[in-house]
């Protein structure tokens, strides 16, 4: 299998190595921090629409045993619940938020996924919350980037920008190894340390994806998670605050990443690399391609990771694949 190629990646996030973060600042009376869903389509301007969308928008500072971390987030819920990236607040503590009226309150992590690099916090304050967007992102969508690049001091800033291609993987390399990121909006809307974890909305204001890295060897190479996840995700924490993401097992591609691989598939799905726990005790192996999970049909890995996520863990769900040209199903008890 020939290797896959690799952008030099940075992950937005800012850690300084120093103590402290800054002050609160006193209260901004002129933003309207009412709790409401953000109905930006109805906006008298491109500017009153922006406007009302930083208020949903928090910058985030979390404390490290080396300093602390900056990166961003957004309310997606009128129940507090801020939606962000992993990688901001994985091995910290202490998370700081900063509201669009120039206050602060805290965060609790309620919920994170390293493979998604995604987390759900609670926010000690109630703040007006975006609406999303889960239909397909398209090349040339107008966009734009609300976040904390580099400094507290530049917190909600925006940049503009069109979605530059869709479904995009990429190979990161960590501590941990090598890992990838798939199923990716890239966009060129100027994105910097601190954006991760915050949204990508479009011309109505609604979320379609979350910043989370950008190329570092060259301009205007960003990118996106889906906020289909993210959404899911919400709206079971908001039925349950202890809610734990059910677990399949399988590590795969997209099939037209497959075929470039060079493999010989029967359609489109998830084409299996590799697996563990349910999926491997189920039988699961190495060159099927997943076409279904219970009643959902799969065609890229993210149609399979919002098929899981509408499991609970325990669940028994039939997943249907191809394996030797031959359709096949089984049952698999998520974890």
Not at 134 to 154: N, R, S
Not at 220 to 240: H, L, N, R, T, W
């Amino acid at each position: 299998m020939k290797k896959f190629f690799c952008f030099l990646l940075s992950f937005l996030l800012i850690i300084p190595f120093i103590a402290g973060c800054g002050q609160a600042q006193n209260g901004d009376s002129t933003v309207d921090m009412n709790v409401r869903r953000l109905t930006t389509e109805s906006a008298s301007s491109l500017s009153d629409m922006l406007s009302q969308a930083k208020s949903a928008v928090v910058g985030i500072s979390v404390d490290l045993p080396d300093g602390y971390a900056i990166g961003s987030g957004f309310a997606i819920s009128g129940d507090g619940l801020i939606l962000t990236n992993n990688h901001v607040v994985e091995g910290g503590e202490n998370i700081t938020l900063y509201y669009a009226d120039k206050t602060t309150g805290s965060g609790k992590v309620l919920w994170t996924d390293a493979g998604l690099d995604m987390a759900v916090l609670r926010s000690s304050r109630e703040i007006p919350y975006l609406a999303v967007d889960t239909g397909d992102a398209y090349i040339g969508q107008e966009v734009f980037a609300l976040g904390t690049p580099l400094t507290l001091e530049f917190k909600h800033t925006v940049t503009h920008g069109i979605v530059s291609a869709t479904n995009r993987t990429l190979e990161t390399q960590s501590d941990g190894g090598t890992s990838f990121l798939q199923s990716l909006i890239q966009h060129d809307a100027a994105i910097n340390p601190g954006n991760s974890g915050g949204p990508l909305i479009n011309s109505a204001g609604h979320v379609i994806g979350i910043n989370t890295l950008k190329a570092s060897q060259g301009e205007g190479i960003g990118f996106a998670i889906p906020i289909e996840i993210g959404s899911i995700v919400v709206d079971q924490i908001a039925k349950d605050e202890d809610y734990n993401s059910p677990y399949l097992g399988v590590f795969g591609f997209d099939s037209d990443i497959a075929l470039a691989y060079g493999e010989k598939l029967n359609g489109s799905g998830v084409y299996v690399i590799s697996t563990n726990g349910p999926a491997l005790q189920a039988g699961l192996k190495k060159g099927d391609l997943i076409v279904k999970v219970g009643d959902d049909d799969v065609k890229t890995l993210l149609d399979l990771r919002k098929a899981v996520l509408n499991h609970s863990a325990g669940d028994a769900v039939e997943v249907s694949y191809y394996r030797d040209q031959k359709m096949q199903h089984l049952l698999v008890i998520l974890q």
